[in-house]
């Protein structure tokens, strides 16, 4: 079964995104204080990883977010598994997806008339490889190589493995982004861009994200979303402007949807991989309305959110469609 970004929006009117990995395993009891985070638990605990897919499906997403963000290469290696077991476990976080969305859809998907939902590669950053909070700051310091060196192999193996997009998430940085979108289109794989965000107007390191909506609008054909993933909820509003005034300042004319998960509202501590605080005192599902209404075609949450969230991302949509938000009609 096939299905698309376009043809899900076309049908639902808004796509919801699922919500966070780490915080929905954490909540099954896994331990992911490690500098692998949620790759650990692709070895130690497959059954609860798919179990939090389900519990994603079941709540109402639309596609979801494989355990891969974490998952890498001189990662794994560095933590006593051999390359051959790395990109094993790489492309185990696809199969656990599709082994769940398989016995969703037969279980209930397909007779409630659900959209076929998409499987969503998690790529991070390089910065999160450093597993220091770098996806925040970004400014590595590393080479071109380096960086296609990290990228490249991780992302031809869950294009192999059958993701249908390759999420290049949490990006603090136009130009890293921007090298991983190339090695995406020279594999010919679909892929979404999104970036973590320092306020309503600029990536965390510092480039306005207008500038880099208009870096993207034109010369990349497999782009199929761009958006902000990981970021305060009461910047993306304000982001989602942002982006669509870049892309309509493109004369390339590519219709480009844009895709946000923010996370809660909390600050991380790279030192306890752990969040703190306390979020605004506006709803999730407020938020979520806004997001739509200020153009987002797809919402869902990021670290710290649970399917609690997602059930009121589906209670905004509704919403938005009641009150007259539109279907996009988004070119193929």
């Not at 709540?59 to 794994?76: E, F, K, N, R, V």
């Not at 397909?110 to 790529?123: D, F, N, Q, S």
């Not at 670290?303 to 209670?315: D, F, G, K, L, P």
């Amino acid at each position: 079964m096939e299905n698309s970004i376009k043809q899900i929006i076309d049908k639902n009117g808004i796509m919801v995104i699922d919500g966070s990995m780490s915080t929905a395993l954490e909540q099954l009891g896994a331990n992911l204080n490690s500098k692998l985070w949620t790759a650990r638990a692709l070895a130690d605990s497959p059954e609860l990883v798919r179990q939090v897919h389900l519990d994603y499906f079941r709540a109402g997403a639309d596609c979801g977010i494989t355990c891969s963000y974490q998952a890498t290469i001189p990662g794994l290696m560095a933590n006593g598994y051999t390359q051959a077991e790395a990109e094993h476990l790489i492309a185990r976080s696809v199969e656990i997806f599709r082994e769940a969305r398989q016995q969703w859809w037969e279980e209930e998907g397909e007779k409630a008339g659900r959209a076929w939902p998409l499987c969503l590669a998690g790529i991070g950053p390089y910065g999160a490889f450093l597993a220091d909070g770098s996806e925040y700051r970004g400014h590595y310091g590393v080479s071109d190589d380096v960086l296609d060196g990290f990228h490249r192999r991780r992302m031809e193996i869950l294009h192999e493995a059958g993701a249908d997009i390759l999420l290049i998430e949490t990006q603090p940085s136009l130009h890293e982004a921007l090298l991983a979108a190339g090695i995406a289109e020279e594999l010919g794989a679909d892929y979404w861009i999104s970036f973590s965000c320092m306020d309503e107007k600029h990536i965390c390191e510092g480039d306005p994200i207008r500038d880099c909506a208009k870096a993207f609008a034109k010369d990349h054909p497999h782009l199929r979303m761009i958006g902000v993933n990981c970021s305060k909820p009461i910047y993306i509003a304000g982001l989602v402007r942002e982006l669509r005034a870049g892309l309509n300042a493109s004369e390339e004319g590519k219709r480009i949807p844009i895709g946000v998960y923010p996370n809660s509202g909390e600050e991380y501590d790279p030192v306890t991989k752990t969040w703190h605080g306390v979020g605004d005192t506006k709803s999730f599902e407020e938020y979520a309305l806004d997001y739509m209404k200020a153009g987002a075609e797809a919402v869902g949450g990021c670290c710290t959110t649970v399917a609690s969230h997602v059930e009121q991302v589906i209670a905004a949509r509704e919403k938005f469609l009641a009150q007259g938000g539109t279907r996009s009609m988004i070119p193929r």
